[in-house]
Nanobody, 118 residues
Framework: QVQLVESGGGLVQAGGSLRLSCASS????????MGWYRQAPGKQREWVAL???????NYADSVKGRFTVSRDDAKNTVNLQMNSLKPEDTAVYFC????????????WGQGTQVTVSS
């Protein structure tokens, strides 16, 4: 059974930092794109940060300059360093592996709650 397990979420004050990690039971180098989405209460899920198999990255404008996505192929983990957090960053954060080179499928984690207090 495929597992993506997120960790590192929690409660932090505005201006603080958190580091999210996603451990995959699949080899992440078999995916074209991986990264993070988030969903705030009452809102649609939105993409936050993505990293491609060539190492190129993309960030939503709302997090650019504050968040950094990275990958560790040896450990099969995808990470999200979040600095200068704002209350509007409060959401459930989901790890995703997209467009498997083998099956073409996408995979999602269960999500981890990030709450930023003002």
């Amino acid at each position: 059974q495929v597992q993506l397990v997120e960790s590192g979420g929690g409660l932090v004050q505005a201006g603080g930092s958190l580091r999210l990690s996603c451990a995959s039971s699949l080899r992440i180098f078999n995916f074209n794109v991986m990264g993070w989405y988030r969903q705030a209460p009452g809102k649609q899920r939105e993409w936050v940060a993505l990293i491609a198999s060539d190492g190129s990255t993309n960030y939503a404008d709302s997090v650019k300059g504050r968040f950094t996505v990275s990958r560790d192929d040896a450990k099969n983990t995808v990470n999200l360093q979040m600095n200068s957090l704002k209350p509007e960053d409060t959401a459930v954060y989901f790890c995703t592996l997209q467009r498997s080179k083998v099956t073409g499928r996408d995979y999602w984690g269960q999500g981890t709650q990030v709450t930023v207090s003002s």
